[in-house]
């Protein structure tokens, strides 16, 4: 379902984990500017060398498409949310001022359009300024405290492993949803994810940490070390 | 510290943020606590899992159609300048 790029910390890094989506991959382009140089890219960009978009399009295609798979929990809205993210991106990029990374931009633009994408399917549930508090309060995301043992998603086969983490996360409110996805999948920065958000930090953190919580408390049932299989 | 100190404190230990001496007493709680000290590793391995997990693959018809929008896109812009 997801996949870490830079986990938050070192220690939630296990040795042979795979670090890359098993996409087809880009096919290489004429662009004569150096492959790492993001800021390169973007203004030759903007000069009009559209391989250099292009290049940031492949260089990115793949997160921008597993991010909006994420949000919106659907392939053909996640697929719109890519299209319109490079469309709006390419569209705007005189407006790009370069005080933050192009990456940042660009998931900021995502994310708007896969929120977009919510709020046209659930109306009333869906918007980023509602309160950080909900109807189970603090104390229900202590409940459950039982032992998961060293390596809990062993238990589960790939497949069925992907299914209840797909469905924990489709459960989970789309505002600390997005925090999570952003902070713990994506691995952005806390400052970023609130720049993205359009939050502060300390929001982000509040937000972080419920969002762990609860998925850990939803996980609970099917980790624990007294779970019968 | 006590276990409601460990929650607001969570987040940044987690991350590795929190300064030394906050650390050295949330550990303090973490190894007398175990409430406390399970709720910190379940965390972690949740975070762990979905770093972890399967990635979402981008089907190549997606990316078709992706690439032939923008190379639309740029053919249009090229017109008009």
Redesign the interface.
């Known amino acids: 379902m997801v996949l870490c790029q830079m986990c938050a910390a070192s220690l939630f890094a296990p040795p042979g984990a795979r670090w890359f989506v098993s996409a087809t991959d880009p096919k290489p382009l004429a662009s004569t500017i150096v492959r790492d140089d993001e800021a390169a890219l973007v203004s030759a960009a903007k000069g009009g060398d559209t391989s250099a978009f292009e290049e940031l399009v492949n260089r990115y295609e793949r997160k921008i498409f597993r991010l909006g798979m994420n949000i919106t929990q659907n392939r053909e809205d996640a697929e719109d949310v890519m299209q319109d993210a490079f469309m709006k991106s390419y569209q705007n990029l005189d407006r790009f001022q370069g005080d933050s990374r192009f990456y940042t931009w660009l998931v900021r633009i995502a994310v708007n359009e896969a929120l977009m994408k919510l709020r046209k399917r659930r109306p009333n549930q869906v918007s980023l300024d509602e309160p950080i508090t909900d109807s189970d309060g603090e104390d229900s995301l202590f409940r459950e405290i039982e032992d998961w043992g060293p390596s809990p998603e062993k238990k589960f086969a790939q497949t069925e492993l992907n299914e209840i983490l797909n469905s924990v996360i489709s459960e989970l409110d789309p505002i600390f949803r997005v925090a999570f996805l952003l902070r713990d999948v994506e691995g952005l920065s806390t400052e970023e994810t609130a720049h993205i958000l359009g939050i502060s930090v300390a929001a982000v953190k509040s937000r972080l940490l419920r969002a762990r919580l609860k998925l850990r408390q939803k996980l609970n049932k099917y980790f624990r070390r007294s779970e019968a299989q | 510290m006590n ?1 409601k100190k460990v ?1 607001v404190e ?3 230990y ?3 943020v929190l300064d030394s001496s906050t650390r050295t007493e949330l550990e303090l709680h973490l190894s007398r606590c175990t ?1 406390c000290r ?2 910190v ?20 018809d ?2 078709s ?3 032939s ?2 190379l639309e ?2 053919r249009r812009k090229a017109k008009s300048t």
């Open positions: 276990c929650v969570l987040t940044s987690l991350d590795g409430d399970l709720v590793d379940t965390c972690r391995k949740t975070i762990q899992i979905f770093c972890n997990s399967e990635p979402v693959p981008l089907p190549e997606v990316r159609r992706l690439h929008a923008l896109r740029f």
